[in-house]
């Protein structure tokens, strides 16, 4: 599988932002989704993350009320948007597949098999 993340840019706090993830496989419905992101001097942490069918997500608390994750499993696609963008919120932004199918919650990237290149959101004051 790989993955092609996009959408990131320069944006004032307060503003929004929607990133992209674009698949190359057959299909990603196999595959739960997340997004990490990595601040500069920072370790990679945990965002966000969307079950199979797109039924289930879970948030990271510092993004909990302002990020969406979404997928379209017919286009391979999996979202995420941003809104009310905190000068926090700078880093580069990896989307990742991984093939667990017992449970969806997964939030170590440990346990995610495929990563994205990594889209720069930077978020001015």
């Known amino acids: 599988v790989q993955l092609q993340a996009s959408g990131g840019g320069l944006v004032q706090a307060g503003g929004s932002l929607r990133l992209s993830c674009a698949a190359s496989?057959?299909?990603?419905?196999?595959?739960?989704m997340g997004w990490f992101r990595q601040a500069p001097g920072k370790e990679r942490e945990f965002v966000a993350v969307?079950?199979?069918?797109?039924?289930?997500?879970s948030y990271a608390d510092s993004v909990k009320g302002r990020f969406t994750i979404s997928r379209d499993n017919a286009k391979n696609m999996v979202y995420l948007q941003l809104n009310t963008l905190k000068p926090e919120d700078t880093a580069v932004y990896y989307c990742?597949?991984?093939?667990?199918?017992?449970?969806?919650?997964?939030?170590?990237?440990?346990?995610?098999?495929?990563w994205g290149q990594g889209t720069l959101v930077t978020v001015s004051s």
């Open positions: 990742a597949a991984a093939r667990v199918a017992a449970r969806w919650r997964v939030v170590s990237s440990d346990e995610y098999h495929y």
């Open positions: 496989t057959r299909t990603i419905s196999h595959y739960l």
């Open positions: 969307i079950s199979w069918a797109g039924t289930s997500t």
